[in-house]
């Protein structure tokens, strides 16, 4: 009557081996079941995934999946080449077991055995198991799967992933599982795509360099280049990857970040620089005035036009040309129109050859040309292309050093000893005492230098100075911290893992026209922060008595460091207790720039 199969006679278990006939096959009709059998390697290739993914989470250890896919591979290997058929983990049963805890070979071999019972018994499990019992267990799997991912997912995903999940299920019942899981696979593309242009991925971060100014050019930074209202240099952090779907949007918040939108160059002249030393003439004042007021009109506020920008790639991933064109070079071309240099910094090398190759950042043969040209010509309105530097501190170094030389239009104190200079490439850095470093840091007072001097003079230094090549360790990674150390000429790079030694040849770029060797301006490597003469470095380990965790290597010839030992440092303390007090002060000062530059909390 149908409640359980229909009976028949036993097969013999060698009977197996005369399912397959060679002279029965339709070997014309193998490469149109080619797709199928792909598509099923696939499926159960990404289920086994999901089961090895599902059964790490249920039981919070994380798995080997290799090994697991291999022990996968292999049983659907043996079960093919005996005429079986392909499969996966008995989820339930797995996660049951491990449950329990009965974590014993005997029940695989148990279920191992039962199985094969089965196989190599006469009777027909059919014969003696009600339908309706297979049935109902079939259609309660179905609806349970159905309700679960089609109703109860609603409250876990976006409303645009529900609707590529709807669009791919009816695809699937209408043109069937190939056609519609690759139409479902186009759909979800089309709108990860959508979805990611729509995001932003910019934000405005507050960045110092960490170059060591003294206190009247750090004062007039503060109230001028990092004003809280309108900033000369603003740094703009990119994240993600930018092409063609999210350029324009990035474009757009950059220059609503910068206060491009619907402003002209010539509608609010020298706003931007507008300082107390730099008085605009009446009409100027007039004419600013009426367009400003003509702006408040139109917008609830009116966004002062920053003289730097400055873009921080280091979490771009990737550049496509057309984004290059249409986000960056126009860019480029928008700021030079108000007079505002562009850089950007901690490009990768495919980044940066995308850049340079579109003509949105200055080729690297021009460079230093258009560098020393922008110092001497510090207007530099002509600039319609990116600067590109290796770090972020780098930029900003670049940045305040034009700004400062902006802003002094007074003559500078004879006093006065500039710790940081942008020479011609190649020359010989100029070198500093460590009395400067240290009045530079803390502006002391004439009398302070000259008990340093003295010290250093009549008792001895209490502190070496070693003299490096370019790319030569200062220290590694993991050696002890038993000093700290002061630039004092030249220029140092800090490498958070491994030395710029060992970084220093970058991958080749696959272009259209072939391979193409990535240029850098510096054999370092990935550099995390180079460092100018008078900074200080690796007091923070030193004081906590913790192995250096970055390695710290020369960038130029002729680096000069000044290392402080311990041993140096408590003969300083036991001689001369106030000059020891001068050196806790600029380790105080060092560790308060530092955490200025750091991520915004």
Not at 278 to 304: G, H, Y
Not at 428 to 440: E, S
């Amino acid at each position: 009557g149908g409640w359980i199969g229909a009976a028949s006679d036993p097969v013999p278990l060698s009977d197996l081996w005369t399912l397959i006939q060679w002279d029965r096959i339709h070997w014309h009709l193998v490469f149109p079941c080619l797709s199928t059998w792909v598509g099923m390697v696939f499926v159960v290739s990404f289920s086994s995934c999901l089961d090895v993914a599902a059964i790490s989470m249920d039981l919070g250890e994380p798995l080997d999946v290799n090994t697991e896919l291999t022990t996968v591979g292999i049983s659907n290997f043996v079960s093919g080449m005996t005429m079986g058929f392909t499969g996966s983990y008995i989820f339930s049963q797995t996660i049951f077991v491990c449950r329990t805890k009965t974590n014993s070979r005997w029940v695989g071999s148990f279920s191992a055995a039962m199985c094969f019972g089965v196989v190599v018994s006469k009777v027909n499990v059919l014969e003696i198991t009600p339908l309706f019992f297979l049935g109902s267990t079939l259609i309660f799997i179905g609806i349970d799967l159905l309700y679960q991912w089609l109703l109860e997912v609603r409250h876990k995903i976006l409303l645009s992933e529900y609707g590529v999940l709807l669009v791919t299920f009816f695809c699937i019942l209408v043109l069937g599982i190939d056609a519609g899981i690759i139409l479902g696979i186009v759909i979800a593309v089309v709108e990860f795509v959508f979805m990611t242009a729509r995001v932003s991925s910019m934000k405005r971060v507050l960045k110092r360099s960490r170059v060591v100014w003294r206190p009247e050019e750090f004062q007039l930074l503060q109230s001028h280049g990092y004003h809280l209202q309108h900033p000369k240099i603003v740094t703009l952090e990119l994240t993600g990857t930018v092409f063609f779907g999210s350029s324009l949007q990035l474009l757009s918040s950059i220059t609503e970040e910068l206060g491009l939108n619907g402003i002209e160059s010539q509608d609010l002249i020298d706003i931007s620089m507008a300082s107390p030393r730099r008085r605009p003439s009446p009409a100027v004042l007039k004419s600013t005035a009426m367009i400003a007021s003509s702006k408040i009109l139109a917008s609830s506020s009116v966004q002062f036009k920053p003289r730097f920008a400055v873009l921080d790639l280091s979490q771009v991933p990737n550049v496509d040309s057309s984004a290059a064109r249409g986000c960056f070079l126009q860019l480029a071309k928008m700021c030079a129109r108000n007079n505002i240099i562009v850089c950007a910094a901690g490009a990768t090398g495919h980044i940066e050859w995308t850049l340079r190759s579109h003509e949105a950042a200055v080729p690297l043969n021009k460079e230093d040309e258009v560098k020393e040209s922008i110092q001497r010509d510090r207007h530099a309105a002509w600039l319609d292309q990116i600067l590109l530097f290796d770090t972020l501190y780098e930029s900003l170094e670049f940045c305040e050093s034009l700004l400062l030389a902006e802003l002094q239009t007074v003559p500078i104190s004879s006093s006065y000893r500039r710790l940081v200079a942008y020479g011609p490439p190649g020359t010989q850095p100029k070198k500093i005492t460590l009395a400067d470093a240290f009045v530079n840091h803390l502006g002391l007072t004439q009398i302070d230098e000259d008990k340093l001097e003295s010290f250093e003079n009549e008792k001895g230094d209490f502190h070496e100075e070693t003299e490096y090549h370019s790319g030569e360790a200062i220290f590694e990674n993991g050696d002890p911290s038993d000093g700290f150390f002061v630039v004092l000429s030249g220029s140092v790079a800090l490498f958070k893992q491994q030395s710029g030694r060992q970084n220093s040849n970058r991958a080749n770029i696959l272009s259209g026209a072939g391979s193409v060797r990535s240029q850098s301006r510096r054999n370092l490597g990935e550099a995390e922060t180079f460092l100018q003469p008078g900074s200080v470095f690796g007091f923070v380990d030193f004081m906590l008595q913790h192995p250096w965790p970055f390695n710290a290597v020369a960038a130029k010839d002729h680096t000069l460091v000044a290392k402080l030992p311990r041993s140096g440092l408590e003969r300083l303390k036991a001689e001369t207790p106030e000059l020891d007090h001068i050196v806790d002060k600029v380790l105080l000062r060092a560790s308060i720039l530092q955490l200025s530059s750091a991520p915004n909390l």
